[in-house]
């Protein structure tokens, strides 16, 4: 069973603050992706990594940073966090499944909010 | 560009009778594959269904999609609503990357 967590769960902070999010999965996948949900909006991919030390640009990749240090971790980084930022983050790893496509596994979300 | 369209953001409907979630989609990639996510209040999206072959019936607790290459569909059944399946339900497409792309998700909700 895919094993995806995420730290802390609950966080707020003040406009202009430095926020890191983070990521951990133990189930040995290669991929990994950070995502926001918003009420209308749906999952936006923000980041996205193929492996430590690799980063790919995601939809909504504006006002955020990441970076995979190693294959089970990934961070989120809101260096000056706004209130426009404020919304329910989750992280994802997945590998090739049956056919090659990609089932992507979640983690329990971190909600942020930014005053 | 490819896309996932959920026509209805939210749909509610008594226990005990049939419900359809609505998903077409848009793509060029020649080989595809399809997830239904449910995401039950205040916990993460899992996966309900998944599919990468034409015409036939794929089924999980419940819940049953058929992938319709011909009219660009994956709609997500149940022939008999719980309370339980009161949850935000997502459809996702997968191609030849790694990401995978969402609809804007149906909140489904049963009532008594």
């Known amino acids: 069973e895919a094993a995806v967590t995420q730290s802390p769960r609950n966080k707020v902070t003040v406009t202009g603050g430095n926020v890191t999010l983070s990521c951990r999965q133990t189930?040995?996948?290669?991929?990994m992706y950070w995502y926001r949900q918003d009420t209308g909006h749906g999952l936006r991919l923000i980041h996205y990594?193929?492996?430590?030390?690799?980063?790919q640009i995601g939809d909504v990749p504006d006002g955020y940073k990441a970076t995979r240090t190693t294959q089970e971790d990934f961070f989120l980084l809101l260096e000056l966090a706004s209130p426009s930022q404020t919304s329910l983050y989750f992280c994802?790893?997945?590998?090739?499944?049956?056919?090659?496509?990609?089932?992507?596994?979640f983690g329990p979300g971190t909600r942020l909010t930014v005053l | 560009g490819d896309s996932v369209t959920q026509t209805e953001g939210l749909v509610t409907v008594t226990e005990g009778l049939p419900v359809k979630l609505n998903c077409t989609y848009q793509?060029?990639?020649?080989?595809?594959?399809f997830f239904w996510y449910v995401q039950y209040l205040n916990e993460a999206p899992q996966v309900l269904l998944r599919?990468?072959?034409?015409?036939k019936r794929t089924e999980h607790q419940g819940f049953h999609a058929t992938l319709h290459k011909s009219s660009s569909s994956f709609h997500l059944q149940k022939s008999s609503a719980q309370l339980s399946d009161s949850a935000l339900y997502y459809c996702?497409?997968?191609?030849?990357?790694?990401?995978?792309?969402f609809g804007l998700g149906t909140t489904l909700q049963v009532q008594p």
């Open positions: 994802a790893s997945s590998d090739a499944g049956t056919g090659g496509h990609y089932e992507q596994y």
């Open positions: 189930n040995s996948h290669n991929y």
């Open positions: 990594s193929y492996g430590a030390g690799n980063l």
């Open positions: 793509t060029t990639y020649l080989t595809i594959a």
């Open positions: 599919s990468s072959t034409d015409n």
């Open positions: 996702a497409l997968s191609g030849n990357t790694r990401k995978l792309i």
